[in-house]
């Protein structure tokens, strides 16, 4: 690990690059590893860790250049394939005033202005937390919370499409950074790029604007169809945007709708 304490030309080798930590001033500990099944299934397991040996978490970035068994929502699979995308966690304690709902929709936006500033990719967010151009994803977000008395943790894990074809990502409607931007890309610098965006957010959080922030770079227009899964149950109605605490409103036939999770499977 490195942290906030390594001089400030100490450099983390990673993905044929280098990482340099000392451009952050919130998180304390930096993990790179060159595959691991799941960073967000690590950073669960080191989170039970601390809690059982009653130790305070500092502020962790997990990046990998692999994950063989990455999963998205409900557990199902996302392709992480070695040395082809971005794949990171970040781990934060959850404050009194944090609302664990916004933190993840905040995640994917600070994702995708360092994507668009670093690399040129014009992508519009997805609810709750995917990244698209067009109709084709790019990335994923992934928020996985964890309480034991009255500390609170979050992951965030963030998997992005960075290398070749969106052909051979083996998912259909993906694309990746390469595909939209017809030029080769390194995986370091966008991680660089990502993290050093995060940990600026987290730094200096204003929560009470990320609601309006993500609806203003939203894929999903006023008055627009949406259908979402929830618990076995078809919810459809007129998008009427997030309320407070980042769920989704929606005009049905019945009234006012609010979905706090689900998949949406027509937009």
Known sequence: MSGRAAPATSRIPFAGGTLDPARWTYFENLTCLVSTPSSNDLAREVIDVYFAEDQALPPTVFAAEGEPRARGRNGREWKAPQGRGLYLTVLTKVGEKEPLSVVPIAVARWVREALKESCGVDARLKWPNDLYVGRRKLAGVLSEARTQGEDSYLAVGVGVNARGAAADVGVPAATTIEEEIGRPVEIAPLVQAVV?????????????????????????????????RRNGEVVTGRYLGLDRSGFLRLETAEGETVVASGELEEW
């Open 196 to 228: 050093d965006r995060i940990d600026a957010g987290l730094a200096h959080a204003d929560w009470s604007r990320e609601v309006g922030e993500w609806e203003r770079v939203s894929a999903h227009r006023p008055g627009d169809t949406l259908r979402v």
